[in-house]
């Protein structure tokens, strides 16, 4: 017995330690939070009494995060109402878009534009249609507004537009009013310029311009834009009409590619009497 | 009046019902201010362990045994106002206890305190600490319990050894 005492003084911090660390361990089996005992209860209750009572001061530390996540929160919120209102902006363009097929006699290709490139002031879309869909160089490109480019080189999937704003765009068209001819060119920016219109000769504001059946390249009355200034040129006897053009190329989408190509025996015909012509002169 | 401070001082420091009693009200008080005001000291979530320091400074200046039943009831203590697993604090404190007995020095306990060498005690005694605690409070997580305790167990030790440098301080400049 006195052994047994003289055991437990000699090693009662290795005793106690082995106690307690049993005991922790049989609380922690039985000690989960949803045993809320009595005992407990009444000291969670004690605290939240506590917290309560000193809960009106301030804690810059949790103010500061609290102030973060509502950032966060706002720019998640912001970023879904920017994707909604375009949600509402594509069903609207694509509900117009589907009307269009019943007001052409063209078959239509529907496309959308995967890139767009500008190459000193030459302005070009990709399309994610190409050979396979049956596109190929030439084809003219529309949409519910009006007339968006011409297919300038076509891969098995792939097509590249030159848009109606480019530099080396010209366009036969013609005011729709008063059936006045000019050539469409482009003035950089969102301006177009009709030209080749003699002063004598009928245009004024809002007319709306379309292509000419004149054109070999694009087909005739696709709506272009709308004549916004009509202004005489100086020391000129033509007018200088700027026209808005109709498409937005800033919002471009989605496009259609018209299923016609220029007649080939009309190109053909046209090439041989401008060189004739050429060969005249130089004689 | 200096006189009968001086007395009750001295009887405090002699009579050791007194001391214990005087430890358990520390040790109540600094569970609820743990609770209820060092969300304020809060650096991404990770607070001092007030209770921890207490540990060690009972264990330091009582002995190996008085610092693990010390620990022992700080950990249930705060166990119970934490709302966390009755035992997790019990176990990591009575071990922090433990270790911190191994530098108890009869009659030197103010003197090691006040000194530098508290602060390494601390710092051991919390890696302990949390080791043990973080172990069984991520064990009902899918959580690596090294990232865990590389993230918040080293973090709480580190700010709890800075805390213990203003009891540390305290004690310096009283023993001066």
Same mark, same amino acid.
């Given at each position: 017995m006195r052994g047994l005492i003289e055991f437990v003084v000699r090693y009662r911090n290795y005793i106690t330690l082995s106690t307690l660390v049993v005991m922790s361990f049989s609380l922690m089996s039985i000690g989960r939070l949803s045993d809320l005992g009595g005992f407990r209860a009444v000291i969670v209750g004690s605290i939240g009494w506590i917290q309560s009572a000193f809960s009106w001061i301030p804690n810059p530390v949790a103010l500061k995060s609290e102030n973060t996540a509502l950032r966060e929160l706002n720019l998640q919120l912001a970023v879904e109402v920017a994707r909604s209102r375009q949600s509402i902006v594509e069903n609207e363009r694509l509900r117009g878009m589907l009307k269009l097929p019943e007001y052409t006699d063209f078959g239509l290709i529907a496309a959308d534009i995967v890139g767009k490139t500008t190459t000193e002031q030459r302005n070009y879309a990709t399309i994610n249609k190409g050979k396979v869909d049956g596109i190929t160089e030439g084809m003219s490109c529309i949409n519910d507004a009006g007339l968006v480019g011409i297919v300038v080189g076509a891969s098995d999937h792939y097509a590249v537009l030159e848009l109606l704003i480019n530099r080396d765009t010209r366009v036969s068209a =013609?005011?729709?009013?008063?059936r006045v001819d000019g050539v469409i060119q482009w003035e950089g920016e969102n301006i177009l310029v009709l030209k080749n219109?003699?002063? $004598?000769l009928d245009v004024k504001q809002n007319d709306v311009i379309v292509t000419s059946s004149? $054109? $070999? =390249?694009y087909p005739a009355n696709i709506v272009i834009g709308t004549v916004t200034v009509v202004e005489n040129e100086a020391n000129s006897l033509f007018h200088r009409v700027v026209v808005q053009p109709s498409v937005n190329f800033s919002t471009l989408e989605q496009i259609f590619v018209v299923n016609a190509r220029p007649n080939p025996e009309r190109i053909q015909l046209e090439r041989k009497i401008e060189e004739t012509s050429k060969t005249k002169i130089s004689q | 009046m200096a006189h009968n401070v001086g007395i009750r001082r001295s009887e405090y420091v002699t009579n050791p019902v007194l001391r214990y009693i005087g430890y358990g009200v520390i040790a109540l008080l600094l569970s609820v201010v743990h609770v209820v005001f060092l969300r304020f000291m809060q650096v991404s979530s990770v607070t001092p362990d007030l209770l921890l320091i207490f540990t060690v400074f009972i264990a330091i200046y009582e002995g190996q045994f008085t610092g693990m039943i010390a620990g022992f009831l700080c950990g249930l203590l705060f166990d119970a106002v934490s709302t966390d697993v009755i035992g997790t604090n019990a176990l990591a404190k009575t071990l922090a206890g433990f270790v911190a007995g191994y530098f108890y020095h009869e009659n030197h306990g103010v003197q090691f305190v006040g000194s530098f060498n508290f602060l390494l005690v601390i710092a051991l005694c919390g890696f302990v600490h949390n080791l043990v605690y973080n172990f069984f409070f991520i064990r009902?997580?899918?959580?690596?319990f090294w990232i865990f305790f590389l993230q918040y167990g080293l973090a709480a030790t580190l700010y709890t050894t800075v805390t213990s440098l203003f009891l540390m301080l305290y004690i310096n400049r009283r023993r001066d």
């Open positions: =013609k005011v729709l009013r008063t219109i003699p002063r $004598s004149y $054109s $070999s =390249k | 009902p997580m899918q959580v690596s």
